[in-house]
C-alpha cells in the first residue's frame, strides 16, 4: 500500500481524533472518517455522459467535441 494514515480534524463536530487517509495510486485520494459523529468523505470515479464532457471541453476551452465517449476503466 502506498497510502498514509494520519490524525484530522472532523469539519462536522470538531473531534481532533477523526481518521485521515491520502493515497496517490493509481490515482489522488483524501478521505476523512470521523466515529464521534459519523461523518466521513469517500472518493468515488465515474465517467461523464458524452454531453456534459462536451459541455465542460467548451466551457474550459479544451478541444473539439467529441463524437463518442473514449474507454473508461470499471475496474480502477
Known amino acids: ?3 498514509t494514515s494520519y490524525p484530522t480534524h472532523c469539519p462536522n463536530c470538531g473531534n481532533e ?3 485521515g487517509y491520502s493515497d496517490h495510486k493509481p490515482f489522488d485520494v483524501t478521505n476523512v472518517e470521523c466515529l464521534e459523529c459519523g461523518f466521513y ?20 476551452e479544451v478541444g473539439e467535441p467529441l463524437d463518442k465517449l473514449p474507454p473508461f476503466d470499471h475496474t480502477l
Open 1 to 3: 500500500m502506498s497510502g
Open 41 to 60: 468523505t469517500n472518493t468515488t470515479i465515474g465517467q461523464h455522459d458524452l454531453e456534459t464532457l462536451n459541455e465542460q471541453r467548451k466551457d474550459l
Open 17 to 19: 481524533d477523526a481518521y
